[in-house]
């Protein structure tokens, strides 16, 4: 079976402090996506990664960054220097390659203070 | 960008009322799309995979005479609660998928926030 795990439900941070919001994922699958978005307020998902199972090279984004571990099946995204802006809630998602069932965990409700 | 359009973005009915929530991919051709519901501080659950000119395929456990989908065009697709109770109250989104594309990522739209009363 797929799951997805998002341990943290919310966090609270001051603006400038940086923030890692983790996901951690089970599934089968020798091949995989593994997915982050972004849910503001106004609650419409926005996509910020993609990433293949077959890349463990980790990403960065300006102040974001991921890092993908297989071997802990993990796939942790960091913010750097966070600002109000970054309020939202996070979803971490897993999907088969070739379909388009993702199965998305809980979220973390990220709160940056000003 | 891909842009997906959901209207309206929130409702408020009675109960025993029908809704009609419409999600249309405004500048690309979308043969698939999907509807999830999110309860409050939940996750979002697949409710059904909308595959433009034939049947909707329901995930287990949703019922598809209550959630009526429609995929008419290579653009829009709709969702329809029907005889609507205050258990269907909950947060309806849509996403769409690139005709041709690969399951890259999908493209959701601003979600549907139906109140049943």
């Known amino acids: 079976a797929q799951k997805v795990t998002q341990a943290q439900t919310e966090i609270s941070v001051v603006e400038k402090e940086d923030v890692t919001l983790d996901c951690v994922y089970e599934t089968r699958d020798t091949t995989y996506y593994l997915f982050w978005y972004k849910q503001p307020p106004s609650g419409e998902l926005v996509f910020l990664i993609r990433r293949n199972s077959f890349d463990e090279q980790n990403e960065i984004s300006g102040r974001y960054s991921w890092n993908f571990q297989k071997s802990t099946s993990s796939f942790n995204f960091t913010i750097t220097a966070s600002q109000v802006v970054d309020s939202a809630v996070y979803f971490c998602a897993l999907s088969g390659i070739g379909t388009y069932k993702y199965i998305f965990g809980t979220g973390t409700r990220l709160k940056v203070l000003a | 960008g891909a842009v997906v359009s959901q209207h309206p973005s929130w409702v408020i009915c009675k109960s025993g009322t029908s809704v009609k929530i419409e999600c249309r991919s405004l500048d690309f051709q979308a043969t698939t799309m999907f509807w999830y519901r999110q309860f409050p501080k939940q996750s979002l659950m697949l409710m059904a995979t909308?595959?433009?000119?034939?049947?909707?395929?329901?995930e287990q456990g949703v019922e598809k005479d209550k959630f009526l989908i429609n995929h008419a065009s290579l653009t829009l697709s709709t969702l329809t609660v029907t005889s609507a109770h205050p258990e269907d109250s909950s947060f309806y989104i849509c996403?769409?998928?690139?005709?041709?594309?690969?399951?890259?990522?999908?493209?959701f739209g601003s979600g549907t926030q139906l109140s049943v009363l």
């Open positions: 909308s595959n433009e000119g034939s049947k909707a395929t329901y």
């Open positions: 996403s769409a998928t690139l005709k041709g594309g690969t399951n890259e990522k999908l493209f």
